[in-house]
């Protein structure tokens, strides 16, 4: 079992940065590729990145390429997903999610989420 807990959503102007984390539970949080998922109003949920459980093979959907980076600490039970040059069209709900096994980018895969960050960007 994992238990998945959101923070560092906000609003923030275009062209600024975020840092949402994700804090983990359970001690096998190190066996589990970590995936970060958003939902925009009146949109399904969709793939942002993903991270295998070693911290490697990093995944991001092509919009986000080159702003936003994905990153884990074992040590500390945290993901991360560091938000940089933002645009409006990235305001959505920010969710985290575990997946046992190897990295995926398909919502249905993940066996735990979060509650969710929201994050809104003005123009």
């Known amino acids: 079992q994992v238990q998945l807990v959101e923070s560092g959503g906000g609003l923030v102007q275009a062209g600024g940065s975020l840092r949402l984390s994700c804090a983990a539970s359970?001690?096998?949080?190190?066996?589990?590729?970590m995936g970060w998922f958003r939902q925009a109003p009146g949109k399904e949920r969709e793939f942002v990145a993903a991270?295998?459980?070693?911290?490697?093979?990093?995944r991001y959907r092509d919009s986000v390429k080159g702003r936003f980076t994905i990153s884990r600490d074992n040590a500390k039970n945290m993901v991360y997903l560091q938000m940089n040059s933002l645009k409006p069209e990235d305001t959505a709900v920010y969710y985290c999610?575990?997946?046992?096994?190897?990295?995926?980018?398909?919502?249905?895969?993940?066996?735990?989420w979060g509650q969710g960050t929201p994050v809104t960007v003005s123009s």
């Open positions: 359970g001690r096998t949080f190190s066996s589990y590729a």
């Open positions: 991270i295998s459980w070693r911290g490697g093979s990093p």
């Open positions: 999610a575990a997946h046992m096994g190897l990295i995926v980018i398909i919502n249905d895969a993940y066996e735990y």
